[in-house]
């Protein structure tokens, strides 16, 4: 009896994360939206992995960013180490999306390289949901060491590259995903001067996924985005656009 594709394919990324990584099973986060979790191997972000996410030189696409990211650490349990270089981080705005500020430990490094041994040193310790670490920029080797740490402690690591500081170059780097965020017009309310946030969404790169972009609403105060109200309705052909839904 042949054997279904879904189950072979679920195999066959068992396999590679095996031979990639330590063998282990982590917990994975999905998006909730099909669209994006399709085209993740794990059906969503991947525990015991580091993950990229940066906007650009415009300072409302490093907000989006940020709000991003706070929103995917709100849907993991237990506390979240926020390691950054000097206190400039707006936190109501997190509590927005999710992040209640009495699960997050800010970590005031002072530098790149102190925030990258930061976040080694966090992801030691067990039971947190989430190391996030804000940087300019970085080298390989350390997203390799953080990679090795983050698989080793079971516990999903994300650099976010400070776009607006550094420039839109990114280095080579060991992450599984890498993600770029950036705003987007809002979706009208009927209401003068108001509007529901809209970020255009950039899965650059993914191992053993594949690349992809969307239009999606920002998250609500549970963390969740959503597929653009004005995308959901479009066919199906519509998905592999540019910009999709």
């Known amino acids: 009896m042949p054997v279904p594709v879904a189950l072979a394919l679920a195999e066959l990324r068992a396999r590679i994360a095996d031979i990639e990584g330590d063998g282990r099973a982590h917990d994975v986060l999905p998006f909730g939206i099909a669209a994006i979790d399709a085209h993740l191997p794990a ?3 991947q525990g015991g ?11 409302a696409d ?9 929103g995917i650490a709100a849907r993991l349990e237990g506390p ?7 206190r400039d981080l707006f936190a109501p705005a997190l509590h927005l999306a999710g992040l ?25 310790h067990a039971g947190i949901a989430a190391v996030v670490g804000e940087i300019g920029k970085c080298t390989t ?11 080793s402690a079971g516990v999903a690591a994300f650099l976010f590259r400070r776009a607006a500081r550094t420039g ?10 890498r993600w770029r965020i950036l705003a987007a017009p809002s979706e009208p309310l009927g209401i003068p001067s108001l509007g529901r946030p809209r970020w255009a969404v950039h899965l650059e790169r993914v191992r053993g996924g594949r690349p992809g972009q969307w239009l999606v609403e920002g998250c609500d105060a549970q963390g969740r ?14 998905e592999d656009q540019l910009i999709a839904a």
Do not use: N
């Not at 080797?141 to 698989?151: F, G, N, V």
């Not at 839109?168 to 995903?177: F, K, N, R």
């Open 43 to 45: 059906g969503g972000i």
């Open 141 to 151: 080797t350390a997203t390799k060491r953080l990679q090795l740490a983050a698989e």
């Open 49 to 59: 992995a580091l993950h990229e996410v940066a906007g650009s030189p415009a300072l």
């Open 62 to 70: 490093d907000a989006a960013a940020t709000v991003f990211l706070a």
């Open 100 to 124: 209640h500020p009495d699960r997050t430990i800010h970590v005031e490094a002072g530098s790149d390289t102190k925030v990258l041994l930061a976040m080694e040193e966090c992801l030691r």
């Open 168 to 177: 839109t170059q990114a280095d080579g780097s060991a992450a599984v995903t």
């Open 225 to 238: 985005i959503g597929l653009s109200a004005a995308l959901v309705d479009r066919p199906a052909a519509a």
């Open 80 to 86: 979240v180490l926020w390691c950054l270089r000097y």
